[in-house]
């Protein structure tokens, strides 16, 4: 049975399920964060995943990418699988901007978390799992 890592449960917010993946919001306001967990128990590298659910995999990524590039317009969306300190299986899609608090460096470990205003929150997660569920349908 799926469980989220307690980790990630509690550095994100929840956003919506896609056909393979949990969609979650990472609460750092500085940088829009998105981390795709596909919905398996003991996956811990890509490899894990069968074949077919590789390519799945590969679909949210785009449809996250898409969709943080739609409602952001950032000048880069990073993508990557670390697992170094979550070893459940995780992507990480960021949109980025020259003039973020990281650039052009990675996101992790830089400065300190801006955590989102409540409202802030609520919104961001309603306009993304709207967002998320339209472009799943595409």
């Given at each position: ?31 829009p ?15 894990d ?13 785009a ?27 995780h ?6 901007n ?41």
């Amino acid at each position: 049975m799926f469980e989220l890592h307690p980790q990630l449960a509690k550095d994100t917010a929840p956003v919506v399920a896609l056909d393979l993946c949990k969609v979650i919001l990472m609460t750092d306001a500085r940088f829009p964060w998105l981390i795709l967990v596909p919905q398996r128990s003991g996956l811990r590298e890509l490899h894990d995943l069968s074949p077919d659910e590789r390519a799945r995999l590969m679909e949210d990524i785009a449809i996250a990418s898409q969709v943080l590039e739609q409602t952001y317009a950032p000048d880069k969306i990073n993508v990557g699988a670390l697992g170094n300190i979550v070893e459940q299986l995780h992507i990480h899609v960021i949109a980025r901007n020259r003039n973020d608090d990281a650039w052009p460096g990675p996101v992790w470990g830089q400065g300190t978390p801006l955590p989102y205003a409540q409202t802030d929150l609520a919104r961001t997660q309603n306009d993304l799992k709207m967002a998320l569920k339209v472009a799943e349908t595409k």
